[in-house]
């Protein structure tokens, strides 16, 4: 098992250069549309209010909802829209355990809803819906699968017209999106673009000077300021990469076992055979127990039912 301590010390030091408002103000030029005809430096502007800080300045990380429990976020910021007239709420996370028993894009999903729940009572309040601000949910892979390498996906609310074309107004509808970004090598990728500076910020292989250099001549990124935390981040990321690449083998082979399990239990029960001799052949076959045997046969039959 990954050393949980190191877990959370690379958890710790991607979230600092996540906040880092230079590379925010990349990925809300090259993949948020409200801000695709803006510069990087109205951008960077716009980001909760005109800070003058390389960090950040994150609006309240941590949502508590009577009786739906505490959900705490890497960073969560008030952008403001380039007239100035409103603003969006963006929550940008990053995410180390690709391999869990869930779908990541579902927890995004979730994650953009609480915070739109939470504007109740701050954004707006009595039955004024209309002041509620869009939320993005921004999630980005460090470590996916090698197929999910280098993309990017945007997940949206659109209308479907059932019976006559009555179109509504996007903006009242249209307020939850879910960006997910799966890092990977940084040469698959042609800059300047979010994903490459992500790539390369984020690589534990390429060379420091390498890296420093694409990072202050391409993207005029402070390498400097963060030297330390970069060169912790690769130590601990080559470790966490190799682990989430053997956990990513282990759970493909889990996967064809099961389902190689599965389909021999069906051919049996095709056969008509009773319970008990496809447990006896399963156990022989499978070098398991008679237990596990039984569970399979469980699972395998709820499917069916």
């Keep these: 098992m990954f050393n949980e301590t190191l877990i959370h010390r690379y958890d710790a030091m991607c979230h600092t250069l996540l906040s880092n408002r230079l590379l925010f103000s990349w990925i809300l030029h090259d993949y948020i549309p409200e801000y695709t005809n803006c510069s990087l430096k109205d951008i960077s502007q716009l980001i909760d209010g005109p800070v003058k800080s390389l960090r950040i300045r994150g ?3 941590t949502d508590k909802i009577p009786l739906k429990g505490e959900v705490t976020f890497d960073n969560l910021y008030k952008v403001y829209l380039p007239d100035r007239q409103d603003y969006l709420l963006i929550n940008i996370e990053g995410q180390n355990r690709f391999h869990q028993s869930y779908p990541l894009v579902t927890r995004a999903l979730y994650y953009a809803a ?3 729940v939470g504007e109740k009572g701050v954004d707006f309040v009595a039955q004024d819906y209309g002041e509620l601000k869009k939320v993005y949910s921004i999630w980005i892979m460090f470590a996916p699968p090698k197929q999910l390498e280098n993309s990017v996906s945007r997940f949206e609310m659109n ?16 307020k939850i999106e879910v960006l997910m970004m799966y890092l990977g090598n940084h040469e698959e990728v042609t800059g300047p673009d979010a994903l490459h500076f992500l ?3 984020f690589s534990g292989q390429l060379p420091l000077e390498v890296q420093k250099t694409i990072l202050e ?4 990124f402070d ?3 963060y030297m330390e935390v970069i060169q912790m981040q690769r130590s601990i990321g080559r470790e966490w990469i190799e682990f989430e690449r053997y956990e990513a083998k ?11 399990i599965r389909n021999f239990i069906l051919n049996f029960l095709k056969q008509g055979q009773d319970i008990s001799s496809i447990v006896a052949n399963m156990v022989s076959t ?14 395998v039959s709820e499917e069916l039912i």
Excluded: M, P, S
């Excluded at 001549?217 to 005029?220: I, K, R």
């Excluded at 499978?286 to 699972?299: G, L, P, V, W």
């Design 223 to 225: 390498y400097d300021k």
């Design 159 to 174: 209308e479907l017209f059932i019976c006559k074309h009555n179109e509504h107004r996007k903006v009242d509808y249209g």
């Design 114 to 116: 609480r915070v739109f």
């Design 250 to 260: 282990q759970e493909g082979k889990r996967e064809e076992r099961t389902l190689i």
């Design 286 to 299: 499978f070098h398991i127990t008679k237990e596990e045997a039984e569970k399979y046969i469980q699972d």
């Design 199 to 201: 790539d390369v910020l």
């Design 217 to 220: 001549q391409t993207y005029q």
């Design 59 to 61: 609006i309240q990380t």
